[in-house]
């Protein structure tokens, strides 16, 4: 105690300097804490988006040269199309018998385009999610009906949100509404013929849903032409232009796509592949791209997926087990940039700061170094001296830390009460929402305060070991002068 009150009657005595490192440290751990809290309630956002939304906490793909996602396989060229899952019959039962396991549902994944008949162009480019309707909507609740009814089990049909309908009028001049026939047209210009059963409009802000029509699984297999001896049929170049997309906006603006390799399909051409074109057999019923797990308790899901990968690699099943953030894609790829971007950021400004903090204090112990002479000559240790200024550094970083954290947790207090809108899709992506409503995790406020201490403490170091080299005599001669 007799040393904190020492320590306390230097800082005061030095109060000019002490306000200098203790802004410095106060500023620190502000940026800090707000920058992580941002990050950290945009990632919850942008997690539940998805999760609630079309990925579950767990999908199940076969295995592939790259990454898969509900869109595609990611590798280095772009998005290929997904492999069949195998053996679906005993992934099936390998779920059924997990007690973790809530729920799963099946899907087929596809990409083409809108288009009506006598129309020579191709219409806007849309993700083709083919589903088990039944067990999709126990999983997901994630579309409101505007016009028209939901998919029937072993009805065709397609679902189109309200925003691709817009742009089919747009882009198209045409109106389409429930009970229209739309064209789907894949870029090597296989055509499938189906009835828009219904119009939707996404319950959350979810520019990957946007995206997104739900189709009935035999009509997509049909266009695709998969079967349980095939894979997805692959797309040409062109047809991954926008999914190989690396600018934001070229990807979330999700503009046409028109293959510059591919002519426009004729009304006649239309008229002949549809009249030509095979259908899916019964047999292929249980061929799907992916199975949807959602979990009893989520923060299983690591420990799952771990499981499941060593199930498959005991049975011999060329599958894998991935995380929401795979499964979301290219969708998730920005926002998990923009984190590390952050993460970087940070880490430099801890730097910046170190330098700056030991510049200061090398100027701050250097005025001191009669004085501390002067305790050494009076019999002081070295070790009572160091204790003495780590003391002064201790209270420091306490008394301005917990000043920082005061205001940032004010400021994201306030900005999650009026909320942080977003501006643009881009921003409806990283927030997962059309607004977000930061919170402070009391792990950042933790982790923020540690690092401040630390970063104070290590920059401490090398100037109070300049001092302690000082002769006393020396200090004691420069005092008297």
Known sequence: MPLVKLAWRNLWAHRSKTLVIGGLLLVAI?????????????MVGLR?????SFTGEVIIGGKAEGTPSLFGVLSGTGIEASPLVPSPERIAAYLKAQPEVKAFTTQVTGADQLNVEGNEAGGPFVFLFGIDAASYRSLFDNVSLLHGNDLTPGQEGILLSQTQVDRMKKELGASVSVGDKILLQDFGNAIRQVTLRGIFQSKQSNQALELVAYVDPVTLRALSGISGGSSFVATDAASTSLLGATQPDELFQATSIVAASSKPTSSKKLAQLLGTRTTASEADANVWNFFIVTLNNPADAPRFIEQTNAWFASQGIPAVAEDWQKAAGPFAEVPLMIRMVFSLAVFLLTIVALIVIVNTLVASIGERTSEIGTMRALG???????????TETLLVCVIFGLAGMALASGFIGFLGAVGVPASNPLLQLLFGGATLHPAVPLSVLVSSFVLVVVVAIVAHVYPVALALRVQPIRAVQTRTE
């Open 380 to 390: 002081a240790k070295k070790r009572f001296v160091w204790g003495l200024l780590f």
């Open 30 to 42: 502000f940026l800090m804490v707000v920058g992580n809290a941002f990050l950290d309630s945009a």
């Open 48 to 52: 539940k988006s998805f999760v609630e």
